[in-house]
């Protein structure tokens, strides 16, 4: 049973619009959330984080929320680029231990 | 980017022979892990290791085994290996524990088990 979901295995958007990539996690005792990005043929790439004391964190175009009451979390990219079409993995851990969770991936395409 | 090679790139074997897939790293991070991809599953943690000998199970580590005697190197071995460990295969590390660090990712091996 997988404990982080990406429900959505793919997403299009228009270049210049947001992205906003979804994923729910089971286990209330993750404390921290990670989303990587991969594109073909190389290895994923840390993005954003966030630990579960805050709520939103930012970087550039990309920023992370987190709702602990409804255990989600959104990546949001304004605006969107064809340099961001990769999969992105959502990831959660528990900081007490050595390991992160990976879900299942979301494959973003921005159209030019 | 961070040094991490994996070797070798691709590996077509048979069905029951033995594969050996290396990563080796030049940031002489601690943690180092064994990751595996396949559509729908994202990325798994076989095994993973926290220090030279130190190593560990992941959550899909039946039919592997790791060995780490150097910082640089960590070895993931298939004893048998069999059509369902076809995959894309991904080396990590870490200067401290995934859970509150970055992880750096190697190129990726492709295996396949005929």
């Known amino acids: 049973d997988q404990q982080v979901k990406q429900n959505s295995p793919s997403l299009s958007v228009q270049e210049g619009r947001i992205s906003i990539l979804n994923c729910d996690y089971t286990?209330?005792?993750?404390?921290?959330f990670l989303w990587y990005k991969k594109y073909p043929a190389e290895g994923p790439t840390f993005l954003i984080s966030?630990?579960?004391?805050?709520d939103k964190n930012e970087d550039g175009r990309f920023t992370v929320f987190l709702n602990k009451s409804a255990k989600h979390l959104s990546l949001h990219i304004v605006p969107s680029q064809p340099g961001d079409s990769a999969v992105y993995f959502c990831a959660a851990s528990l900081t007490s231990y050595d390991k992160v969770i990976f879900g299942p991936g979301t494959s973003l395409s921005v159209i030019p | 980017d961070a040094g991490i090679t994996q070797s070798p790139r691709h590996k077509v074997t048979e069905t029951g022979t033995p594969v050996t897939l290396r990563c080796h790293q030049t940031?002489?991070?601690?943690?180092m892990y064994w990751y595996r991809q396949d559509p729908g599953h994202g990325l798994r943690l076989i095994h993973y290791?926290?220090?030279?000998?130190?190593?560990d199970k992941g959550e899909v580590s039946d039919g592997y085994s790791v060995s780490r005697s150097k910082t640089e190197d960590f070895l993931l071995t298939l004893e048998s290996a069999t059509s369902s460990q076809t995959s894309v295969y991904f080396c990590?590390?870490?200067?401290?524990?995934?859970?509150?660090?970055?992880?750096?990712f190697g190129p990726g091996t492709r295996l396949t088990v005929l």
């Open positions: 940031e002489n991070h601690r943690y």
């Open positions: 286990n209330s005792m993750f404390d921290y």
């Open positions: 990590a590390i870490s200067e401290v524990a995934a859970s509150t660090d970055t992880q750096y």
């Open positions: 966030i630990s579960s004391i805050k």
């Open positions: 290791s926290y220090g030279v000998k130190d190593t």
